[in-house]
């Protein structure tokens, strides 16, 4: 059973903070911007998982399992996966998924490769063109990754891959170009997973004849060196 914290044992941690950190170590601004800007509550909830670890960077692993994902009941009833080719009306034929993601129960983001796929020179190029680029013979991850993670950050939050990614690596955005969502005015789209602002992760859902730019990163499995 556990003991609740005394008044002085946090004083004892508050004091040792003020006085025993190495401050000249530290970048100034960084802390102005990565952590004096916080809300109290994102400062509080970093800060309690830390000391929860006891004092230990202790991310974990990065893997997460994949979840069944079906559009109309996590978006709306009138959304699907994308049938047929891309010039048709997406409502007949073969649904547009990557069959080598699907077929994964678990992913390692640890081993994932996040992809912009711009040329030298380019600004942004449209989803469609991305699409075309990303299909090179390796998963491209799509609708179950995104609901694993998503799951996972439901369930763990501070703890989640998704804000471990965000605190390992400084990832804040993420693609799944691997399943071809139908908007229902007939857009294609795909799924995407963003932080907002300084303390949470939401969904969302981005058109193929949009522009994506170089902080769009899609989601793929790591290129295996030969």
Known sequence: ????VSR????EVSGRVATQIDWDQLDGQK??????????????????AFLKAGARFSFG????????????????????????????????????????SLALTEVDFEKVDLLIC????????????????LRLGRPIYGATQFMGL????QQNN???VLEKLYQQKGVTYVDFFGDILRFPNGHRSVLCLYRFGVGSWNWYYCWLVNDWSDHYFTAVARQVSS
Do not use: H
Not at 1 to 4: G, V
């Open 158 to 160: 501070a703890q989640s």
């Open 118 to 133: 711009m040329e030298q020179g380019e600004s942004s190029i449209t989803g469609e063109e991305k699409l075309i680029r």
């Open 1 to 4: 059973m556990s003991k609740a």
């Open 8 to 11: 002085g044992q946090a004083l």
């Open 61 to 100: 692993g990065l893997k997460v399992a994949c979840a069944p994902f079906d559009p109309a009941k996590f978006i709306n009833k009138d959304w699907a996966f994308w049938k047929g080719p891309k010039d048709g009306d997406g409502l007949k034929g073969e649904e547009e998924r990557d069959k080598a």
């Open 150 to 153: 998503w799951q996972d950050y």
């Open 31 to 48: 802390l102005q911007d990565e952590v004096i800007s916080l809300s109290p509550e994102e400062f509080g909830r970093r800060c309690t």
